[in-house]
Antibody, heavy 118, light 107 residues
Framework: EVQLVESGGGLVQPGGSLRLSCAAS????????MHWVRQAPGKGLVWVSR????????DYADSVKGRFTISRDNAKNTLYLQMNGLRAEDTAVYYC???????????WGQGTLVTVSS | EIVMTQSPATLSVSPGERATLSCRAS??????LAWYQQKLGQAPRLLIN???TRATGIPARFSGSGSGTEFTLTISSLQSEDFAVYYC?????????FGPGTKLDIK
């Protein structure tokens, strides 16, 4: 059974940092493209970042470029999102998503809530 | 960036009836469109890829059609578990973008 389990969310003050993790199992993580997608409370889905299987390709939405860093550890089957300089508008549920091809969003985790507030 | 729009914002349909949801792209995305279902408090689930290919385990009552800028998701006979929010997403141009969603309500 495919599982993606996010962790690391919580309440943080504006300007602060958080590191999200996503533990993967049930599929060949090291062969998959991985993404972070976020959803602000009551709002729609927004792609945030992606990384390819060998970490040679990373991309970011303009809204997080320069503040967020995506990475992965294929030996640990884990995806990360380092979030610095957090703003109120970064408040959202962050989903970890995996796909066998660069354009696939096959598997979704249950999400972790990040709240940026003073 | 390609802008995706969906209509209607809310659709009220009775169980057993057909539901037709629309998605439009601001420029052609060929057949590079996916549909997702999201139930309250849950993560999205992939329904349709490549505009018309059902994902693994998705019932045959879900079908997708369209190409270019106009797409449709049809649910042929609504079951109670189908009432949810549906999102379309284009994966033709980077960054991939989602529509705002259609909420499917019980009438």
């Amino acid at each position: 059974e495919v599982q993606l389990v996010e962790s690391g969310g919580g309440l943080v003050q504006p300007g602060g940092s958080l590191r999200l993790s996503c533990a993967a199992s049930g599929f060949t993580f090291s062969s998959y493209w991985m993404h972070w997608v976020r959803q602000a409370p009551g709002k729609g889905l927004v792609w945030v970042s992606r990384v390819n299987a060998d970490v040679k390709t990373t991309d970011y939405a303009d809204s997080v470029k320069g503040r967020f860093t995506i990475s992965r550890d294929n030996a640990k089957n884990t995806l990360y999102l380092q979030m610095n300089g957090l703003r109120a508008e970064d408040t959202a549920v962050y989903y970890c998503v995996g796909g066998s091809r660069w354009y696939d969003f096959d598997y979704w985790g249950q999400g972790t809530l990040v709240t940026v507030s003073s | 960036e390609i802008v995706m729009t969906q209509s209607p914002a809310t659709l009220s349909v009775s169980p057993g009836e057909r539901a037709t949801l629309s998605c439009r792209a601001s420029q052609s995305v060929a057949g590079n469109l996916a549909w997702y279902q999201q139930k309250l408090g849950q993560a999205p689930r992939l329904l349709i890829n490549g505009a018309s290919t059902r994902a693994t385990g998705i019932p045959a009552r879900f079908s997708g059609s369209g190409s270019g800028t106009e797409f449709t998701l049809t649910i042929s006979s609504l079951q109670s578990e189908d009432f949810a929010v549906y999102y379309c997403q284009q994966f033709n141009n980077w960054p991939f973008t989602f529509g705002p969603g259609t909420k499917l309500d019980i009438k």
